[in-house]
């Protein structure tokens, strides 16, 4: 492990590698999440899920389940649709269509795994027995599987009533494109695809619902990372007002961006228990979860770029055909991903011209929604891959390549050609810390050795500009409530939760040194939209910007309340007053002072002490609005060993260099950042939804859908840069993202680095076994049988040189 970290005041709490908080009582069993709570006479559910990708329902008999002992309700689209209407995630994109989706099935089923009935009984068990007791048939319809065709289709429709698998079309960039092909001494063309999968969190998702009937209130216990936005989402599907729905969320098991969605299976849950009276409880199984979350990453990418002979970027062109699934969901959509891809290409470098066409195709998978990173792993592979073969073209050494055309210090704050604003970066130094961090090695004996680059920009903290704009209850503003009780101890309320984050930790860090004082004399509360203030969640690497920003708005406006009471009580002007570990002094005269504990005693029980017009509460909601957006920006190399007789890549090194602003805590911000390169390297090596031609998902457990484990793991080296970001209130950027982002480029980079030396290289992700085979033998000249596994790739229009 390194530590790289930037030198920090040590008198000041952020920058601190503080331990979190949050650790003792998850280490020690004693975490509470969604699966451990059960109300009394709590129901509890299970669903039936189409067996398959398409097809119209003709027959659901749920009589023999209903009649078995122990089964309280089996309810269809017909019994909940009376309770909740439909929904559909379309923001502001123009021309993005998706069909409507419901709490269970009605009249057709589009996925395998989507809900179509809901069992409630006394356990579980009793519940799943009950299943098998439920006779559906279906008339199967062809499935619409193949993004590429999908796009194009002029029948075979996954919503019939669209007439249309083409879900949004778009395109993105600026500058003449077609001069710059024209002027290219050379033209580098590839294809990529990045497969399905999803975010395998180690919890899994789950409902608690409790309805009301008197009141027409419902509880709801979730593993969600945004509270508030599901309590008006539900409030308004199922006819509720928003005061009396209640979200519960107290730890969070992982979510990555799937947890940030509404899901039909939930909702069923909250709707078994409004026509019941009674709580239920509904906890996903993995087979479910491979089956029916959010999944991600399904891209296919053709590009184009043109460079003048001494490795000058002079235009970029691409084609994404991007997989949404089934249906858009709320509120993200199915396009975010694909856009992202399509603008977030050209990366931390000058690109003069680029023209970015996206298209995002309706099939008949389980929906696409955002999964860390969002479109960045993707748009980072296809750019740095590109770059490396025109290094190969050129001749020239692939990280002189990238330091001709990366973005210089004083061409900051930067406009990108698809309009992102890099206020500030390091990617020139970021790139040169890099490179003096990875070391000469030789490779074991029959193995190739292979070494590879990547460098990035991503987008953290999008403001309202990037949802809410475009009609999501979406936002960049969060609040957060600090309190000083009696005692002079202090009380944080969160209006976001965590995911593992640490954001108790972080929170406190800020609190402790705007409010003056100490961080174990903070306590944080979040995870219940009755009590903690408006938040819009946990996603895009905002906590960092956002929240901090409120928490630190709300201990400045308490910090100014106490110097005031105790500028009172001592008979001293407040402005010569200063607070600092937990006492009010007068400035330059440190003898004189007052505990935090007397003033708030003061405001509490004293206030006859105290004069009229003097604002003596020392709660304060602050509210924070981040800027539209902000940039980090980081370099990634791997190191990895290639066994030439099986095609087995090994990962040996790991090196990382990351500049995401101020650090709150070093140590969780290396945590996010290990974190994140390990799932990028899942996706690189390991993890992938698999679809047969008829839709039907052929991963259904972790034996099928690999995970990177311990042994597969070098130690990842980071190092930190500490770029303040000029627009945000502590000058904090997001980190969270950062890791998945740049990983699964360094690391194919680096395969085909070590492929090159037998002229061999791959193109798809996950890079199997197999696939590297295939690619040496290819290059060697031996014949392959056609590989049904190669995805079909958008074509891509040459501009030839010279036209």
Not at 139 to 156: I, K, R, Y
Not at 259 to 286: F, M, N
Not at 678 to 705: F, I, K, M
Request: aromatic content about 6%; charged content about 20%; some cysteine.
């Amino acid at each position: 492990m390194s530590d790289n970290t930037t030198a920090v005041d040590t008198s000041t709490w952020v920058g601190r590698r503080v331990r979190r908080v949050e650790d003792p009582k998850i280490l020690l069993g004693r975490g509470k999440y969604a699966d451990d709570v059960t109300p009394a006479r709590c129901l509890h559910a299970a669903f039936v899920r189409a067996p398959l990708a398409h097809g119209t329902i003709t027959r659901l008999d749920a009589d023999a389940a209903r009649a078995l002992d122990g089964v309280h309700a089996v309810f269809t689209a017909d019994d909940v649709n009376k309770v909740c209407r439909s929904w559909k995630g379309l923001l502001d994109w123009p021309g993005l269509v998706s069909g409507d989706q419901r709490p269970l099935a009605t009249g057709k089923v589009h996925y395998v795994g989507e809900p179509v009935a809901i069992v409630v009984a006394e356990s579980r068990a009793v519940a799943e027995d009950a299943l098998e007791l439920i006779e559906a048939e279906y008339d199967e319809l062809p499935a619409v599987v193949d993004s590429v065709a999908a796009v194009t289709a002029t029948s075979g429709f996954v919503h019939e009533e669209l007439s249309t698998n083409l879900a949004f079309e778009g395109n993105f960039g600026g500058g003449d494109v077609a001069a710059a092909f024209a002027a290219a001494d050379e033209i580098v063309e590839v294809g990529i695809s990045t497969a399905r999968h999803t975010a395998t969190a180690i919890e899994p998702r789950g409902a608690v619902a409790e309805f009301d009937p008197t009141a027409r209130s419902l509880t709801v216990r979730l593993s969600t990372q945004a509270p508030h936005m599901l309590q008006s989402t539900f409030a308004e599907l199922l006819g509720l007002r928003e005061s009396n729905v209640r979200i519960l969320t107290d730890e969070v098991g992982g979510a990555f961006g799937m947890k940030a969605h509404v899901y039909p299976d939930e909702l069923a849950t909250c709707v078994a228990s409004i026509l019941l009276g009674r709580p239920v409880k509904w906890i996903q199984d993995r087979v479910e979860a491979l089956q029916s979350d959010t999944q991600s990453r399904d891209e296919r990418v053709s590009v184009a770029l043109a460079l003048s002979k001494d490795g000058t970027i002079l235009g970029l062109r691409s084609e994404v055909v991007s997989d949404g699934g089934a249906f858009s969901v709320y509120p993200r959509s199915m396009v975010t991903e694909g856009v992202q891809v399509a603008t977030i290409m050209p990366g931390p470098y000058r690109v003069p011209a680029y023209a970015g066409h996206l298209r995002v195709a309706i099939t008949n998978k389980a929906p696409l929604a955002v999964y860390r990173g969002v479109g960045h792993p993707v748009a980072i592979l296809v750019m740095e891959a590109v770059l490396d073969e025109a290094a190969r073209r050129l001749a020239i050494d692939p990280a002189d390549l990238r330091q001709r055309n990366l973005i210089a210090p004083d061409e900051l704050p930067y406009t990108s050609i698809t309009g992102h604003v890099y206020d500030s970066g390091s990617h020139q130094e970021a790139f040169a810390r890099l490179l003096e961090r990875v070391p000469a090695r030789e490779p074991a004996p029959g193995r190739l050795l292979g070494i590879g680059l990547s460098c990035f920009v991503e987008v953290t903290a999008p403001g309202v500009a990037f949802y809410g704009a475009r009609g999501a209850p979406i936002t960049a503003h969060d609040q957060v409530e600090v309190r000083v009780e009696a005692d002079g101890s202090v009380t944080v309320l969160l209006g976001t939760p965590g995911q593992g984050q640490g954001l108790h930790t972080t929170a406190a860090q800020v609190v402790a040194d705007h409010l003056g004082v100490s961080f174990d004399r903070i306590t944080v509360i979040s995870g219940d939209t009755k009590t903690v203030p408006h938040g819009t969640g946990v996603w895009a690497s905002r906590s960092a910007v956002v929240s901090s920003g409120a928490a630190a708005s709300a201990a400045r406006e308490v910090r100014d309340r106490v110097l005031a009471i105790a500028g009172h009580l001592l008979e001293i002007d407040p402005s010569d007053l200063e607070l600092t570990d937990g006492s009010v002094r007068v400035s330059g005269v440190p003898t004189v002072r007052m505990g935090i504990q007397e003033v708030a005693e003061a405001a509490h029980w004293r206030t006859h002490k105290l004069p009229e017009e003097l604002r003596i509460g020392l709660s304060v909601v602050g509210e924070y609005v981040g800027p539209n957006v902000t940039f980090n920006n980081g370099a990634h190399a791997a190191v990895v060993e290639v066994e030439e007789d099986t095609g087995i890549v090994h990962l040996v090194d790991y090196y990382c260099v990351e500049d995401c602003g101020v650090l709150i805590n070093p140590t969780i911000v290396d945590g996010q950042v290990r974190g994140g390169v390990v799932q990028g390297v899942g996706g690189a090596l390991y993890e992938r939804l698999y679809y047969d031609e008829n839709g039907q998902l052929l991963t259904s457990t972790l034996l099928d859908y690999l995970l990177p484990t311990g042994p597969e793991l070098p130690d990842i080296d980071v190092t930190h840069i500490q770029t303040p970001s000029p627009n945000t209130k502590l000058g904090t950027k997001g980190a969270g993202e950062a890791g998945a982002a740049g990983a699964p480029a360094a690391v194919h980079n680096a395969v085909n680095n070590a492929l090159a030396q037998r002229n061999a290289r791959v193109w798809h992700q996950p890079i199997t076994p197999e696939r590297v085979l295939r690619a040496l033998d290819e290059a060697a000249g031996a014949k392959w049988p056609d590989d049904p596994d190669t995805p079909s790739l958008p074509p891509l229009p040459t501009l030839q040189k010279g036209q």
